[in-house]
């Protein structure tokens, strides 16, 4: 079993890698080809689109790879009771994306220019929901092959789509170039779910009954799935409520739509996806973690629950500490050498120690999941949501610009970390 871990923690941890560059030459190819204005514009919407995502998954896949590594039932019938369900949510989201897109892009975001790109996530959110549910499917196996191939493959198929699409789309103007960016996330993802089909076993059987949906598979992925989705529903809130309320504030107090549009860009764009630059080895560990944790946790067996637990948090700072004293020390070498840039260099050497704790959150949010404790998940959310939203509207009428941003997003990822670790020694004690 220890070797089973160490495998897919060294698969994921590779695989996460090549993805990791994969998305960062997609920034990097993004930024340059639409400018910082364009930028700007994608990053606004952007929160929009990660709600959807969060709503549109409603924590199925959580639960599918959760049952699927306790190894009790027809997984087969498990996966096809949990898609009807996911194909019911996503009908009636993408018609609540077409009932509000005038709303949030006039009157929430102040910006028309996003009101093509927001419809076009209702087409989108479909595909990733079958994506993310088939990629579960082999999580829950411990086979993290498939989910690395199909990662690649899919940011692969998204960088060829930008560098072809992008110039040609750019002289009909910014809109329609983060519209097709958007939508260009539909090619990309039913390739990675051909890829996870051709993956599955040739032996598997499906019988006609298997087709049925199982209604005590339904509601027990529903009593995972429902607190799952209830903290990261929360948590995109938080986030889909950001643009608006530093907009409609930053405003008030005398900014122009220009200013932010360009610095929350630079913050949301730059700064953020490279201080998270580590994220991607937290996570492979998390993801492994996941099943094992799952499985010994309902077996009783604690303490090696711990040590593993133990081992996701050293490893996540292992990596962590030297690439944060990297960016403290000369943030604007690897803005220039990343994005061509060296704006958000002071934003960069704020965020990065802060981004240590955010390190550590990943596996302890896995580790809480895999035992059952959700819940705890959408407390901890929730209660950095209402500290981070806040902040943001109280701090944003200082006249400090992006500061209010980076204070009330520093605060956040403390206290959710040091409430989640406070839970997963509680548990485990």
């Given at each position: 079993?220890?070797?089973?871990?160490?495998k897919s923690t060294i698969i994921l941890l590779i695989g996460g890698f090549v993805t990791k560059l994969l998305g960062m030459l997609i920034k990097i190819i993004m930024s340059r080809l639409i400018g910082t204005e364009g930028l700007g514009l994608y990053m606004l919407i952007l929160p929009t689109f990660s709600l959807f995502i969060g709503l549109s998954q409603f924590g199925l896949p959580t639960a599918l790879s959760k049952l699927v590594s306790e190894d009790t039932k027809n997984n087969v019938k498990l996966f096809f009771s949990i898609i009807p369900i996911s194909l019911l949510i996503n009908?009636?989201?993408?018609?609540?994306?077409?009932?509000?897109?005038?709303?949030?892009?006039?009157?929430?975001?102040?910006?028309?220019?996003?009101?093509?790109?927001?419809?076009?996530?209702?087409?989108?959110?479909?595909?990733?929901?079958?994506?993310?549910?088939?990629?579960?499917?082999?999580?829950?196996?411990?086979?993290?092959?498939?989910?690395?191939?199909?990662?690649?493959?899919?940011?692969?198929?998204?960088?060829?789509?930008?560098?072809?699409?992008?110039?040609?789309?750019?002289?009909?103007?910014?809109?329609?170039?983060?519209?097709?960016?958007?939508?260009?996330?539909?090619?990309?993802?039913?390739?990675?779910?051909?890829?996870?089909?051709?993956?599955?076993?040739?032996?598997?059987?499906?019988?006609?009954?298997?087709?049925?949906?199982?209604?005590?598979?339904?509601?027990?992925?529903?009593?995972?799935?429902?607190?799952?989705?209830?903290?990261?529903?929360?948590?995109?809130?938080?986030?889909?409520?950001?643009?608006?309320?530093?907009?409609?504030?930053?405003?008030?107090?005398?900014?122009?739509?220009?200013?932010?549009?360009?610095?929350?860009?630079?913050?949301?764009?730059?700064?953020?996806?490279?201080?998270?630059?580590?994220?991607?080895?937290?996570?492979?560990?998390?993801?492994?973690?996941?099943?094992?944790?799952?499985?010994?946790?309902?077996?009783?067996?604690?303490?090696?629950?711990?040590?593993?637990?133990?081992?996701?948090?050293?490893?996540?700072?292992?990596?962590?500490?030297?690439?944060?004293?990297?960016?403290?020390?000369?943030?604007?070498?690897?803005?220039?050498?990343?994005?061509?840039?060296?704006?958000?260099?002071?934003?960069?050497?704020?965020?990065?120690?802060?981004?240590?704790?955010?390190?550590?959150?990943?596996?302890?949010?896995?580790?809480?999941?895999?035992?059952?404790?959700?819940?705890?998940?959408?407390?901890?959310?929730?209660?950095?949501?209402?500290?981070?939203?806040?902040?943001?509207?109280?701090?944003?009428?200082?006249?400090?610009?992006?500061?209010?941003?980076?204070?009330?997003?520093?605060?956040?990822?403390?206290?959710?970390?040091?409430?989640?670790?406070?839970?997963?020694?509680?548990?485990?004690?």
């Amino acid at each position: 079993m220890k070797e089973k871990f160490i495998k897919s923690t060294i698969i994921l941890l590779i695989g996460g890698f090549v993805t990791k560059l994969l998305g960062m030459l997609i920034k990097i190819i993004m930024s340059r080809l639409i400018g910082t204005e364009g930028l700007g514009l994608y990053m606004l919407i952007l929160p929009t689109f990660s709600l959807f995502i969060g709503l549109s998954q409603f924590g199925l896949p959580t639960a599918l790879s959760k049952l699927v590594s306790e190894d009790t039932k027809n997984n087969v019938k498990l996966f096809f009771s949990i898609i009807p369900i996911s194909l019911l949510i996503n009908t009636f989201l993408i018609i609540i994306i077409f009932l509000l897109a005038p709303v949030l892009s006039n009157n929430l975001l102040h910006n028309k220019d996003t009101y093509l790109s927001i419809l076009a996530i209702a087409l989108v959110i479909p595909f990733t929901s079958i994506s993310s549910i088939c990629r579960s499917y082999f999580f829950g196996k411990e086979k993290m092959f498939p989910h690395i191939i199909s990662n690649i493959l899919e940011d692969i198929v998204r960088l060829v789509l930008m560098i072809v699409g992008i110039p040609l789309i750019l002289p009909l103007g910014l809109k329609y170039a983060v519209l097709y960016i958007v939508l260009s996330n539909i090619i990309s993802e039913v390739s990675s779910i051909i890829i996870l089909i051709l993956f599955l076993p040739k032996k598997i059987s499906i019988k006609l009954s298997d087709l049925k949906p199982n209604y005590s598979y339904i509601k027990e992925s529903l009593s995972i799935g429902i607190p799952n989705t209830t903290g990261r529903l929360i948590g995109s809130i938080g986030y889909f409520l950001e643009p608006i309320i530093l907009t409609s504030v930053l405003l008030k107090c005398g900014y122009s739509s220009n200013f932010i549009t360009r610095e929350y860009g630079i913050l949301s764009g730059y700064v953020m996806p490279l201080v998270l630059l580590p994220s991607f080895f937290t996570l492979a560990i998390s993801q492994a973690l996941l099943p094992v944790v799952s499985r010994e946790y309902a077996k009783g067996n604690k303490r090696l629950v711990k040590r593993k637990a133990k081992q996701a948090i050293g490893m996540s700072l292992l990596i962590g500490v030297p690439v944060t004293i990297m960016f403290v020390l000369g943030p604007e070498f690897f803005l220039r050498i990343i994005y061509h840039t060296s704006k958000g260099g002071v934003y960069t050497r704020v965020l990065a120690p802060i981004c240590l704790f955010q390190y550590i959150q990943s596996p302890l949010s896995f580790c809480l999941d895999a035992m059952g404790k959700s819940k705890d998940n959408f407390v901890a959310t929730t209660l950095g949501v209402i500290i981070r939203t806040s902040l943001l509207f109280i701090l944003s009428f200082f006249k400090i610009g992006m500061w209010g941003l980076i204070i009330s997003i520093s605060l956040n990822v403390i206290v959710v970390t040091f409430y989640s670790l406070k839970k997963v020694r509680h548990y485990l004690t």
